[in-house]
């Protein structure tokens, strides 16, 4: 049986290069982006050069309404669902002092980063709960937050809390779901270059040439993938709940 993956966020940056690591695994694809616009075409074009299926599915994963047939829509075009990957994110609206956070910045990234993941990924667990499943598939759910889920950063701290209320969504869901043959992760990227990071990406280069992560560089998108993948694809047996530090050690105490 073939497995078949929605991704959010995937247009580009850290989604795209998840859903282009899941399709060299051979996942057939639903993509997600948040309007149907060239940028989520191109991606699908992409995509379907792997040889699998894919699928536009521009919705705003905000609209907790919209998702409650996601999945049988997907189901009706590629098959059985069974792997979700929580991507899409936000970053603040303005970096600068938590003293001077607006109250519409952090709704924002509690909507998209935290909200969203909850209930789209309750959504998935009731569509996965009213159907039969082969005990020899592989089901999963892995959920992309950061390094920020645990360390603070001042300047984006509405981004740090959201992307912490994500990290113990991860955990709630992998008790409730551990009984049901259903893994969840928890990926936490650190210093990724992306369009999100490009503004401060080089500040950030030098910091890890200077030490700040054990792996004296940025990490990239391509190599969140293949983790998401190897997960997805259950290639580690005997797991639920991990939460994966992508951060080249950035945040292993030293003295």
């Known amino acids: 049986m073939t497995q078949v ?21 051979g996942f057939s694809l639903a993509v997600n982006g948040l309007a149907d616009d060239d940028e989520l075409a191109a991606a699908v074009r992409h995509l379907s050069a792997f040889g699998v299926a894919v699928m536009a599915l521009p919705f705003d994963v905000t609209k907790q309404e919209s998702c409650s047939d996601i999945f049988a829509k997907i189901e009706a075009k590629l098959g059985p669902v069974t792997t979700l990957v929580n991507n899409a994110g936000v970053g603040v609206m303005q970096r600068g002092d938590l003293l001077d956070v607006s109250p519409e910045s952090w709704d924002r990234c509690f909507a998209v980063n935290a909200k969203a993941v909850f209930f789209l990924s309750q959504a998935f667990a009731r569509y996965l709960l009213a159907r039969p499943r082969s005990a020899e598939v592989f089901h999963s759910i892995v959920n992309i937050t950061s390094s920020n889920a645990v360390a603070v950063a001042t300047a984006r701290s509405e981004y740090c809390a959201s992307k912490a209320a994500a990290a113990m969504v991860s955990k709630t869901l992998a008790v409730r779901l551990g009984a049901e043959n259903i893994a969840v992760y928890d990926v936490q990227p650190g210093l990724i270059a992306t369009e999100m990071t490009a503004p401060v990406i080089e500040h950030y280069r030098k910091r890890a040439a200077d030490g700040l992560t054990l792996f004296p560089r940025v990490g990239q998108p391509a190599e969140i993938g293949r983790i998401v993948a190897a997960l997805a694809a259950g290639n580690l047996p005997y797991t639920t709940g991990q939460v994966i530090s992508a951060d080249a050690g950035m945040l292993v105490p030293r003295f």
């Open 5 to 25: 993956a929605l991704v959010t966020g995937a247009s580009r940056g850290i989604g795209l290069a998840v859903a282009e690591a899941l399709a060299k695994e």
